[in-house]
């Protein structure tokens, strides 16, 4: 059951992906309005939820670039795609959202298209970090800004989903990978209480 459980976290699939994914929106949402208000982001701007699993972060992202704005949704997950293409598709057919089936390593974007991104608790899914990060430098122009949602490693290595599937990383690690692909830390802001806290880390092109 842990292991099914794990694995509809990673791809949301078919009926009980649909049931996760709205799970997912009530248990993150406090954490996904951190990250997008860590972005800054202007109004007007084309902004960007990579992993955007139940979709409450491309809601939000909607709200903040306003009706002049744009918004890009990627997710792994045909079953995500679809069950957000319904819920907004108001916001799809006037071209103000804009979803692509696709992995964060190989990113249907234009380069330097994207002021803010935001990919929350995806990159445990991921095995090749610089080749995402590389994909994250690629897309954002040469102001934007993308945060990196986790939940804190240790905490997360105390939850029974976690060896199913789950690579944790450290901060460190994360930030190293950032770094090669020529993106700097420049916050670490904590969402939720004490050590267990999860951390957004927002990145921005080195200068
Ligand atoms: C745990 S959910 C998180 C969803 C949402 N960001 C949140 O925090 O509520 C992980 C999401 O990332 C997606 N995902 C996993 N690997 C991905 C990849 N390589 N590229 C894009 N999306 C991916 C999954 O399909 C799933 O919707």
Do not use: C, W
């Not at 009926?15 to 208000?37: E, F, K, Q, Y």
């Amino acid at each position: 059951m842990l292991a099914g459980f794990a694995s509809q976290l990673g791809l949301p699939t078919g009926l009980r992906g649909r049931a996760v994914g709205a799970m997912l929106n009530r248990s993150n949402r406090g954490t996904i309005a951190i990250a997008i208000r860590e972005l800054e982001i202007p109004s007007g701007a084309v902004a960007a939820d990579l992993g955007f699993g139940g979709g409450v972060g491309l809601e939000m992202l909607l709200e903040r670039v306003g009706h002049q704005g744009q918004v890009h949704g990627v997710d792994l997950s045909p079953t995500m795609v679809s069950r957000a293409s319904r819920r907004f598709g108001r916001d799809v057919a006037s071209s103000r959202l804009h979803l692509h089936t696709g992995s964060i390593t190989q990113l249907p974007l234009d380069d330097a298209s994207i002021q803010a991104a935001i990919t929350i608790n995806t990159i445990y899914f991921i095995a090749d970090l610089n080749r995402a990060f590389s994909e994250l430098a690629r897309i954002l122009t040469p102001s934007g800004r993308v945060v990196v949602g986790i939940g804190d490693p240790e905490a997360m290595a105390r939850m029974p989903t976690t060896p199913y599937g789950f690579k944790l990383r450290p901060v460190a690690e994360i930030t190293a990978a950032a770094e090669s692909a020529g993106l700097a830390l420049r916050d670490d802001k904590r969402s939720g209480q004490g050590d267990a806290a999860a951390h957004l880390l927002v990145f921005e092109h080195a200068s």
